[in-house]
């Protein structure tokens, strides 16, 4: 929406009062009473955005004065009450910084109020305590009362006046409900109607991100029917404020020269040549040298440090790895410290390697919940870079982000092979943990087959290496090495098993392909269903059937695949009957929504059931499900059904 040359109305909060007011962005006028008018509500975007809801310590504007005498008690213990220093809210008294809010003097409001019956008070104080006269003002500005934006349009702000004392709230129920501005049945009331008093609303609210940034006041937003949207220059204003936030309340302080000047947030965050001298961020003592030996590796490995002839970038890539697996507190320091040699890097290949290294730490382990929200603005802000190819990197980051914050970190340190495979990995996409749609939007081109390629790939596999015959296979997990190479193979687009002895590696292999995938084959639609029809056959066929196209096929070819273990001349080699392989399986294609483990464990016997079922008397045609593109022959039949139709 353009602006309008007359000004527009804007609807704020003023979480004080929890009352809405209304600012006149042309007149800087604001008011408590609705304008006839259109108004652009606001509150929204004021409540949720990251700057409205940590507000870096400025106070909301003061109530006027016959709205805090008849409904607010101010206490001693509130006026005591210290800054916690590790606070996300800026000290605004350490950093040199005094913010004066706009006052009304006692002569306007008793010219205005002669004939009032509300108490006289006295004009409210700045927050730091000083009085009106001093220095400061807001970012090194002196505001005076007579500056407010409502100034001009009071009279008598000029005159002397004398320090009245400070009447004695009363609380009063009545008062208080009738000056809401909603009434019974909703609709709005007027509140000169109900007090004498002319109501003087809070001053308009200042736009510190402009103010901040010498940036011209954004009045345009752009809304729409589900939500409105800030410009993009003010959302990354704001975002970028929020990680100054987070800077401020987890950061060390780091101070340089001679007098030991503090360097500033900005300048902590920006990419620099030189060492650091402590961490980036508040860690234990103990992890101090852990912290500045990862940041000299991670210039290391992005060619910003010279490095010596007895190392080599995939060892230190493994050093910085198992440093955030074996220590929880090194992994948002390592996180910061890759942004902080991203942001403003002068280097094209500097840049480029740091996000090969941000692509190998976010599927090894996840942030805090206190920085996730803060370093997936930061790679957000990349996804329209597309100098050195940083927009398909950060996309990448992205995705990976959310789901190792679902997964959790992983247990060891990536093989040199993973890691390679993982800095290429945004160029070159792999099976494993997509969807898959997409793995068969990627594999298009082999119109031949129906399911993805790695399914019957691993299934002959074992049946090639004598799986049949090989006691606890797929229970027995395989070795964990081979089934690391033979991943990184596929991944590679190299299917080939050549090398591989063991068939419990490629057993082990399809398990995890199935339990990486974002959704289970047997999708969660339906899988109460499942376990309320663990024991019915025919409805469980039923339910297989109905799944998609690509996940009824492979559900139904693993199953065939299984039933080829529970012969009991196989079942003799192997020890695993139709129980065992249920036990196994189950977890694999169903997935239970629930995060109590009491419910998981429950359903546990159910989802078992549920699969040992379809194994018993479930009959398909496995090379059908791969290959055929009739979907009709496709579907799971009973055995009896099976023998009556041929």
Request: proline fraction near 7%; glycine fraction near 4%.
């Amino acid at each position: 929406k353009p602006p309008n040359p007359n000004g527009d109305w804007w609807e704020l909060w003023d979480d004080k009062n929890q009352l809405p007011y209304y600012y006149h962005t042309e007149f800087n006028l604001t008011q408590w009473n609705k304008p006839d008018e259109d108004v652009v509500s606001l509150v929204k975007i004021q409540q949720s955005s990251p700057g409205a809801q940590k507000r870096f310590s400025l106070k909301e504007p003061p109530p006027p004065p016959w709205l805090s005498a008849a409904t607010t008690t101010i206490s001693s213990n509130q006026k005591n009450t210290k800054r916690n220093s590790r606070s996300f809210d800026l000290e605004l008294q350490k950093s040199g910084i005094k913010v004066w809010l706009p006052q009304r003097s006692l002569s306007e409001e008793n010219h205005n109020t002669s004939d009032a019956t509300t108490p006289t008070t006295t004009a409210p104080t700045s927050p730091t305590g000083s009085n009106s006269n001093s220095s400061g003002g807001l970012f090194g500005k002196r505001i005076t009362p007579t500056q407010s934006a409502f100034a001009n349009f009071t009279r008598g702000a000029g005159k002397k006046t004398t320090q009245q004392p400070i009447s004695t709230p009363v609380n009063n129920p009545e008062a208080k409900a009738s000056m809401h501005p909603l009434n019974d049945n909703g609709s709005m009331v007027d509140s000169a109607s109900v007090l004498t008093a002319p109501p003087v609303a809070p001053p308009a609210p200042p736009n510190l991100l402009a103010q901040i940034n010498n940036q011209p006041t954004k009045t345009n937003f752009h809304c729409n029917s589900e939500r409105m949207i800030l410009p993009s220059s003010l959302q990354y204003d704001i975002s970028q404020f929020a990680i100054d936030g987070f800077a401020q309340k987890y950061f060390a302080t780091h101070k340089k020269g001679l007098f030991r000047r503090r360097v500033p947030m900005r300048e902590m965050l920006e990419w620099t040549k030189d060492s650091i001298n402590k961490p980036l961020m508040m860690l234990n003592k103990d992890l101090h040298k852990d912290a500045l030996r990862c940041f000299r590796m991670i210039q290391m490995v992005m060619g910003d440090r010279h490095r010596p002839r007895n190392s080599n970038d995939i060892e230190d890539l493994q050093s910085i790895l198992s440093c955030g697996i074996t220590k929880g507190q090194m992994r948002d320091e390592i996180y910061v410290q890759i942004c902080k040699q991203l942001n403003n890097n002068p280097r094209g290949t500097s840049i480029k390697k740091g996000w090969e290294i941000l692509c190998t730490v976010c599927i090894t382990f996840p942030p805090s919940k206190n920085l996730e929200s803060y370093l997936t603005q930061f790679v957000q802000q990349h996804h329209q870079v597309t100098e050195n190819e940083v927009n398909v990197m950060s996309q990448h980051v992205s995705i990976k982000l959310k789901r190792i914050c679902i997964r959790g970190a992983k247990g060891k340190v990536l093989t040199a092979a993973e890691i390679e495979r993982a800095k290429v990995a945004p160029f070159k996409p792999s099976v494993f943990g997509e969807s898959l749609g997409y793995i068969m939007e990627m594999e298009k081109q082999d119109e031949s087959l129906q399911i993805p390629k790695i399914v019957p790939f691993l299934a002959d596999a074992v049946i090639r290496l004598n799986g049949q015959q090989t006691e606890g296979i797929f229970r027995v997990p395989g070795d964990a090495d081979d089934v690391t190479e033979l991943r990184v193979r596929i991944e590679n687009g190299n299917y080939d098993a050549t090398g591989i002895t063991d068939p419990n590696v490629p057993a082990s292999l399809l398990k995890y392909w199935i339990r990486d995938l974002p959704e289970p084959p047997i999708t969660g639609e339906f899988y109460d269903d499942c376990i309320a029809c663990s024991e019915d056959i025919d409805k469980a066929i039923e339910i297989i059937n109905k799944l998609p196209d690509v996940n009824r096929r492979i559900v139904l070819y693993i199953l065939s695949f299984l039933q080829e273990f529970i012969d009991p001349d196989v079942i003799k080699h192997t020890l695993m009957n139709v129980h065992n392989l249920a036990m196994v399986y189950a977890p694999n294609l169903l997935r239970c929504p629930s995060e109590k483990l009491t419910t998981v464990l429950e359903n546990s016997k159910y989802e078992q059931a549920f699969l040992r079922s379809l194994l018993l008397q479930l009959n398909v045609d496995k090379d059908a499900c791969a290959y055929d593109t009739n979907s009709e022959k496709t579907i799971g039949l009973k055995k009896e059904e099976e023998n009556s139709m041929i």
